[in-house]
């Protein structure tokens, strides 16, 4: 699936002069002129980073980054602006921001930023894809087997699980293997690891 490079600025000479740089170097491009018709045509599924003005009426850049970290919407920021100042900025980076940049800012910084921002974003969807991918693995085991998996991480022998959860020590060795089976490793070791990247450990 494309990215798109979303741009939104209430001014639209500058959309329309950005956006022809950004198309120039095969970017897609979707401009917007306030935040609510960004928030309108944006599609979380669609790979992407959004270009934002800082000043803006109604909603403006620092109110938009938070509102779409409000409503868990990772997409990367680049801020632009033609009165920026030192707090802005140490704002909207401590926030997240890829870059912040200032009007009339270089076709070549901008590139560079929306570049970055797409990397940003590819990567974090990779990342998120693949915890979704093993974070299904663990929703296969039954409520018993995600006791004992409990146990098993926390360095627990089986006849101290057993004593713990009040059942004979071979039950827990036919859990444990359950465990180990369903998802798919052979030691503890790969155990933790596993459960470290679906964020169980």
Do not use: W
């Not at 935040?35 to 944006?42: A, C, S, V």
């Amino acid at each position: 699936m494309s990215a798109v490079v979303h741009m939104v600025d209430d001014d639209s000479d500058v959309l329309v002069a950005l956006g022809r740089i950004l198309r120039t170097e095969g970017f897609a491009v979707s401009a917007s002129r306030s935040t609510r018709e960004f928030l309108e045509r944006y599609d979380p599924d669609i790979p992407g980073c959004v270009v934002l003005d800082l000043s803006m009426p109604e909603i403006d850049g620092l109110q938009t980054q938070a509102l779409l970290e409000s409503r868990g919407i990772a997409c990367p920021v680049i801020f632009l602006t033609g009165c920026g100042d030192v707090h802005s900025s140490v704002c909207a980076m401590k926030n997240g921001a890829i870059d912040f940049l200032t009007k009339p800012v270089e076709a070549d910084a901008l590139i560079e930023a929306v570049s970055r921002g797409l990397e940003h974003d590819q990567r974090a969807r990779a990342q998120a894809e693949e915890q979704c991918r093993v974070s299904m693995r663990f929703a296969v085991l039954t409520p018993r087997e995600r006791e004992v998996l409990k146990h098993v991480l926390a360095g627990r022998l089986n006849k101290q699980i057993a004593a713990d959860l009040g059942i004979v020590e071979k039950t827990i060795k036919v859990h444990r293997s359950h465990v180990m089976h369903k998802l798919g490793v052979r030691s503890v070791a790969e155990l933790v690891r596993l459960a470290e990247r679906a964020h169980v450990a």
